[in-house]
C-alpha cells in the first residue's frame, strides 16, 4: 500500500498477492534489492527491472570512491531511478554533493523517499528532466570537478534474448550517444549496461592512448551487469 502523499503509481507491496505478475521476481529478490525494503521503500512498477541491487550498487560505489580522479569531487548520477545507487554513493562519505537526475515525476518522488528511508537526502541535490539537457545548463559550471555515473535503459528485460548486446541499437540511448553527449561535460564516466554488451563497440569509443576498464559484477556466481570506467579511474 502507497502512502497517503505518494503519487497513485508508486507502491509499497507488502504482500505477494499484491505484486502485479511481471513483478514478482523481482519483488521475491527485494531485499537484496533494497536491505530496507521494509522501512518502507517506494517504486513504481516499471522502476522495479532497473533498479541496481544494494550489494551492487554498494560495490560500484566504493570503487568510484577509491578510483575517481584527483579533484573530482562531485558525482553526477544521469539516470536516478528510484535511487539505488545515489543512495550507494551518499553512503560512501566521499563526495561533496550528488547531484541525481530523472525524468519520470514518480520515480524521482521514490528516488527522494528512499534516500530518505537510508538516511541521506541532505547529501543529494535532486533534478526532474533530461539529463543531457540539465548537465548542459544547470550542472555546466560543475563539470571540472564532476564524474558522471549512468545506469540508463537498456530498453527493457527483452536485453536477455540476444547473445552479444548491441550497444548501438540500445534503447533509447546508444552507447555512442551517451559517449558522446558526457564527454562533453566529463571525460570520466562510469557506464552500467548489459553483461552481454560487445566489447568491440566498447573498445571503439576509447580516444587513441586512453583506456577503459570492464568489470562485471556478479551475485551468487552470476554476472548482473558490467560497468564500463571511461578516463582516469584506478580501477582495482
Ligand atoms: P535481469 O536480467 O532482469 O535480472 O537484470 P536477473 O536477476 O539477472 O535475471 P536472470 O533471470 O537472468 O537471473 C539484472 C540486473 O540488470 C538488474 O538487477 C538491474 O540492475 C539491471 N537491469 C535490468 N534492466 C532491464 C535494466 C535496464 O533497463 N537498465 C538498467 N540500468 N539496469 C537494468
Known amino acids: 500500500m502507497a502512502d497517503e502523499d505518494a503519487p497513485p503509481e508508486v507502491h509499497h507491496y507488502s504482500s505477494l498477492q499484491e505484486v502485479p505478475w511481471d513483478i514478482q521476481n523481482y519483488w521475491a529478490q527485494r531485499y537484496r534489492i533494497f536491505s530496507k525494503y521494509d522501512d518502507g521503500v517506494w517504486l513504481t512498477d516499471d522502476a522495479w527491472f532497473g533498479v541496481t541491487p544494494e550489494p551492487v550498487a554498494n560495490k560500484i560505489a566504493s570503487q568510484i570512491a577509491d578510483s575517481a580522479p584527483a579533484g573530482r569531487s562531485i558525482l553526477v548520477d544521469a539516470f536516478a531511478g528510484a535511487g539505488g545507487n545515489t543512495i550507494a554513493f551518499a553512503l560512501t562519505g566521499k563526495w561533496k554533493r550528488i547531484y541525481a537526475i530523472e525524468k519520470n515525476p514518480a520515480v524521482l518522488k521514490c528516488a527522494k523517499h528512499n534516500a530518505k528511508v537510508y538516511g541521506v537526502e541532505d547529501k543529494i541535490t535532486w533534478f526532474e528532466g533530461d539529463c543531457f539537457e540539465i548537465l548542459k545548463n544547470q550542472l555546466k559550471e560543475l563539470a571540472p570537478y564532476s564524474v558522471v555515473f549512468a545506469s540508463p535503459p537498456w530498453g527493457g528485460p527483452g536485453y536477455r534474448s540476444d547473445r552479444v548486446f548491441n550497444l548501438k541499437t540500445m534503447e533509447p540511448y546508444s552507447l555512442q550517444r551517451l559517449y558522446d553527449e558526457y564527454s562533453v561535460f566529463s571525460k570520466h564516466m562510469v557506464l552500467y549496461i548489459p553483461r552481454t554488451s560487445d566489447l568491440k563497440q566498447i573498445a571503439k ?19 548482473k551487469a558490467l560497468c564500463i570506467f571511461y578516463g582516469d579511474f584506478n580501477v582495482s
Do not use: F, N, Q, R
Open 205 to 223: 569509443l576509447v580516444p587513441a592512448g586512453g583506456k577503459a576498464t570492464v568489470m562485471h559484477y556478479c551475485m551468487e556466481g552470476a554476472s
